[in-house]
């Protein structure tokens, strides 16, 4: 009896505790798990899952190692790829996703860390993040930053998922003609039930 009573005591308490933290549904967040070895940087052409979990969109993006400090680890992107055919505004555009269980109906937020590529290209750089049909953009202005600080920034988006799985993208949105190749800074993403 004693037992019993302990047992269900215990039994009541977990159910009265909050839920645990709900843990990444991404994989590889932080960009540091790769087939490929960056160097300074790399330019991945779309198709590419060689970044584990994630598969490479539009046209290029470039893999960064140590051209500047990360804003977790020691890896993350610049959605724009150096190894583009011409300086366009739309040759050198590139995105990022990956598809992950969701429950149709519930809510997800999303957090990333936005920087900005400092060697070229527009001073203001855009990003799109997508997912379940809604979208939105943010931008990083890199005025005063430097390769040693990055001056990332934590931006917030949430979605409802419409079915059992959900892709999260993320697009450089820079439309700037011939200053392509330098785009917006991507790392830390983190996707969370709410």
Known sequence: MLCRLLFLSIA???????PAATSNLIVNGSFEQSSINPGSFKDVP???????GWTVTMKHIDYIG???????GKRSLDLEGSACNTRSSTDCLGGVQQTFATVAGHDYNVSFDLAGNLYAGPKV???KVSAAGKSQTFTFDITGHNTAKMGWKTEQWTFTATSASTTLEFDSADNVPNLSGWGPALDNVIVAAK
Do not use: C
């Open 12 to 18: 009541a308490a977990l159910a009265l505790a909050p």
């Open 46 to 52: 779309a198709g590419s899952t060689a970044i584990s």
């Open 66 to 72: 140590g051209l500047w400090v990360a804003s977790d």
């Open 125 to 127: 750089k855009t990003i």
